[in-house]
């Protein structure tokens, strides 16, 4: 069964970026249909940010599109998240997930990680 541990998470101002990673063991990415992020803000639903296929095909949610990149390195077994021009709604503890729950981008896989807290101030 495959780990996953996200990193990068901290506090930065609004406009400013920050860069997430995501990192696998017990098994290769490579395998993986889809890896993912979400993202759960206080008092809020985990929802879908972004998703990277073995392909390399990427899709955003729409609040995100254009400031985040989502991009997978197999040779290092890690997934990141690329944040810029972030805005206070952008609060939330951030997950990794891996694998693909349905014929969709946002239904998730069985494997998540502990999450990482990114804090933007206004």
């Known amino acids: 069964q495959v780990q996953l541990v996200e990193s990068g998470g901290g506090l930065v101002q609004a406009g400013g970026s920050l860069r997430l990673s995501c990192a696998a063991s017990?098994?290769?990415?490579?395998?993986?249909?889809?890896m993912g992020w979400y993202r759960q803000a206080p008092g809020k639903q985990r929802e879908w940010v972004a998703g990277?296929?073995?392909?390399?095909?990427?899709n955003y949610e729409d609040s995100v599109k254009g400031r985040f990149t989502i991009s997978r390195d197999n040779a290092k077994n890690t997934v990141s998240l690329q944040m810029s021009r972030l805005k206070s709604e952008d609060t939330a503890v951030y997950y990794c997930n891996a694998g693909q729950g349905g014929l969709n981008w946002y239904t998730p896989g069985d494997y998540w990680g502990q999450g990482t807290q990114v804090t933007v101030s206004s």
């Open positions: 990277v296929t073995r392909g390399g095909t990427t």
């Open positions: 017990g098994g290769s990415i490579s395998s993986i249909y889809i």
